[in-house]
C-alpha cells in the first residue's frame, strides 16, 4: 500500500500489535498542540475512558488460531453535524436548533460500530483525510472500539462530512454532505491481506469497482458477505449466487435482468418467480 496505508498501531514482525497510547484530545498534530491546549467540543464526543490516565488504549488485533476480526468493513465514513430543529424554516428566516451534536456518520462505518456494541470484534476499512474533521472521524471509531488500522489515508484532504437538519415535528431530514473527490478508492489501493482479516465483510457499494475487489478476495478466502442495499453494485449479485432471488421485486427481477450480461447467472429469471407466480419479459 506504500504511504497511503496509516496504523494507528505499531505492528510488529510477528503479527502482534505493540499498543499505543494516545491522549483523548489528540485531534490536532503535535506541532499544532499546546500545553495549555483544551477542545471544546459537545457532550457526545466525550466518551468513557479506556483507563484510569485519561487515555484510549488502541484495541490489538485478536492473537488466537482464525481470523483475527469477526467483521471487516469496506466502506464510507463521515462526520455528521446534527442540528435538531422545530419545522424547517421559510427562505430567508431563521429558527432556533433545539438539539446539536457531532457524530460518526457513514453507513460502513456505523454498521462496525454498531458490531462493536453486540460484542463482535469489528475492523474498519476506508480513506480518510488529514484535516481535523478527518481526525475527528477516525478518533470516533477508535474510542468505540472499531479497529482503524487498516484505513487509506487521502494525504492534504479534508474530511467527509455532512451537515443534517432533523425536523423533530415532522419526523424529516434534510442532509447536505460534502465527499471530496480524494476519498474514491481504488482497486490497487486494497490490500488482500487485510481485506481477509475477519470471518465476514460488509460493503456498502460506494466506491463500486472496489468494492467488487473485495468481494472477489473475500468469497476466494472463504469469508461470508454483506451488502448495504442503498445502491446496486456492478456484479454485485454475484456475490450472492444463493441469495439473490431473495432481494428484489417483481419488477426489480425485469431490471437486473436487462442490466447486463455479468448479473445474469447469478439472478433468477424474471419469468420464474416460484410462489410468487410469473412474470413475461418482452424485449
Not at 498542540?33 to 484510549?56: E, F, K, N, Q, V
Request: glycine content about 12%; proline content about 6%.
Amino acid at each position: 500500500m506504500g504511504e497511503a496505508r496509516h496504523h494507528d498501531g505499531d505492528l510488529q514482525p510477528d503479527g502482534r500489535v505493540r499498543h499505543r497510547l494516545e491522549h483523548d484530545d489528540g485531534l490536532l498534530r503535535s506541532g499544532e498542540r499546546t500545553s495549555g491546549h483544551r477542545l471544546h467540543l459537545p457532550s457526545a464526543l466525550h466518551g468513557a475512558r479506556h483507563d484510569g490516565g485519561g487515555h484510549h488504549r488502541v484495541t490489538p488485533a485478536a492473537t488466537t488460531a482464525g481470523p483475527a476480526f469477526d467483521v471487516v468493513g469496506f466502506g464510507v465514513n463521515a462526520l455528521d453535524l446534527i442540528a435538531v430543529i422545530d419545522g424547517f424554516p421559510a427562505p430567508d428566516t431563521k429558527v432556533p436548533i433545539e438539539e446539536f451534536d457531532v457524530q460518526g456518520g457513514g453507513m460502513t462505518a456505523t454498521a462496525m460500530v454498531a458490531c462493536v456494541r453486540l460484542g463482535l470484534r469489528a475492523r474498519y476499512i476506508g480513506k480518510i483525510g488529514t484535516d481535523f474533521w478527518s481526525r475527528l472521524s477516525l478518533r470516533l471509531l477508535s474510542k468505540e472500539g472499531v479497529d482503524v488500522r487498516g484505513v487509506i489515508r487521502a494525504k492534504g484532504s479534508p474530511g467527509h462530512v455532512s451537515v443534517v437538519l432533523a425536523d423533530r415535528a415532522a419526523g424529516q431530514r434534510r442532509l447536505f454532505f460534502r465527499r471530496p473527490p480524494a476519498y474514491d478508492i481504488r482497486p490497487a489501493e486494497l490490500d488482500r491481506t487485510v481485506i481477509t482479516s475477519g470471518r465476514l465483510l460488509h460493503v456498502d457499494g460506494v466506491d463500486a469497482e472496489a468494492a467488487v475487489r473485495a468481494i472477489d478476495w473475500a468469497r476466494e478466502a472463504g469469508m461470508r458477505i454483506t451488502m448495504d442495499g442503498e445502491r446496486i453494485v456492478p456484479r454485485g449479485w454475484a456475490a450472492f449466487p444463493r441469495d439473490a432471488r431473495s432481494f428484489p421485486g417483481s419488477r426489480d427481477a425485469c431490471r437486473a435482468w436487462r442490466a447486463g450480461a455479468d448479473r445474469r447467472p447469478h439472478h433468477p429469471h424474471p419469468g420464474i418467480l416460484g410462489r410468487r407466480g410469473r412474470h413475461q419479459r418482452r424485449g
